[in-house]
């Protein structure tokens, strides 16, 4: 087995870039996934694992044995490197180099009826994160991100969503893209927004449905407020017009998910 201890290796500063920039995981098509249940979702998700690396104080081969089927490289690393590669305050001992995947909306496989989270231009990783989750929680068909603003394989998403950046279909495209694609598969979509708005609870979302939620800061673009097939809000009754995207999103997911018997 192949061991590496000096965080001067040539390889070692690479998986350090592909920490910190995001053009090195656009470059390379790969990016670092670290902890053994994110790994594990990783996999189960379909995504190639290349090579992991493991501290044999933490975790052990027979650990990494269980989890993986899978014939890759495996490199034992030391406590000093592990330090320079691991992204948490908390150690697991393990990391990954995983390929990216496809993010295209054609790629996306719908049930019948589907129900679909669209996300436009959120910047925070862990607002993304957070949203994530519960897109996992409620088995949602897809999460869409109209005109990201941050890199997908970002080490904050990855770690905000504990894994459920791996459990979820995703896919990205311009708001143009989007809509025309929901427009296309006969989707409703209803966005949330403060402008020309309904209660959410009126609607009905047991078709084929779409939630599009905007930044807290500026809301929904017009174009998206313009094309809804009805435009939505969540009544509130303290002294502010917003609350976070995620609880948002989580409200009006789950309000649909009632309308669908769960």
């Given at each position: 087995?192949?061991?590496?201890t000096?965080i001067?290796?040539?390889f070692?500063?690479?998986l ?5 920039k995001?053009k090195?995981?656009k470059?390379t098509g790969?990016f ?11 996999i189960k ?18 650990e990494i044995?269980k989890l993986i089927?899978?014939?890759?490289q ?6 000093e ?5 691991a992204?948490?305050?908390?150690t697991?001992?393990i990391?990954a180099?995983?390929?990216t ?8 496989k719908?049930?019948?009826n589907?129900?679909?989270l669209?996300?436009e231009s959120l910047?925070?990783?862990?607002n993304i994160?957070a949203v ?11 999460v ?6 941050s ?7 990855v770690r905000?969503?504990?894994?459920c950046l791996?459990t979820?279909q995703i896919?990205?495209?311009?708001s143009e893209?989007?809509?025309?694609f929901l427009?296309e598969?006969k989707i409703?979509f209803y966005?949330?927004t403060l402008?020309?708005s309904?209660s ?7 078709t084929p449905?779409?939630l ?6 500026t809301?929904?673009?017009?174009e998206w407020r ?5 435009n939505?809000i ?9 609350m976070?995207v ?5 409200i ?6 009632r309308q669908?018997g769960f």
């Open positions: 087995m192949k061991q590496i000096s001067q290796n040539p070692i500063k690479s350090v870039l592909l920490q910190e995001s090195a995981r470059q790969t670092l996934i670290e902890g053994l249940r994110e790994i594990s979702l990783a998700g379909g995504y190639e694992i290349e090579t992991v690396l493991f501290l044999p104080e933490l975790v052990s081969e027979s044995d089927q899978n014939s890759f495996i490199i034992e690393i030391n406590k490197v592990y330090q320079k590669l992204y948490r305050d908390t697991e001992g990391l180099i995983a390929k995947k496809s993010l295209k909306l054609s790629d996306l719908l049930s019948d589907p129900l679909i669209v996300i910047e925070k990783p862990g994160g994530l989750r519960t897109a996992d929680a409620a088995n949602l068909d897809a869409l991100i109209a005109n990201p603003k890199d997908l394989y970002n080490p904050n998403i905000s969503s504990v894994g791996f979820n896919a990205t495209g311009t893209e989007i809509i025309a427009k598969k409703n966005s949330a402008q020309n309904t959410y609870h009126t609607q009905n979302f047991t449905t779409a599009v939620v905007g930044t807290e800061a809301g929904l673009t017009q313009e094309a809804a097939t009805q939505i969540i009544p509130m009754q303290g002294e502010i017009d917003s976070n995620s609880v948002a999103a989580a009006l997911i789950f309000e649909a998910k669908r």
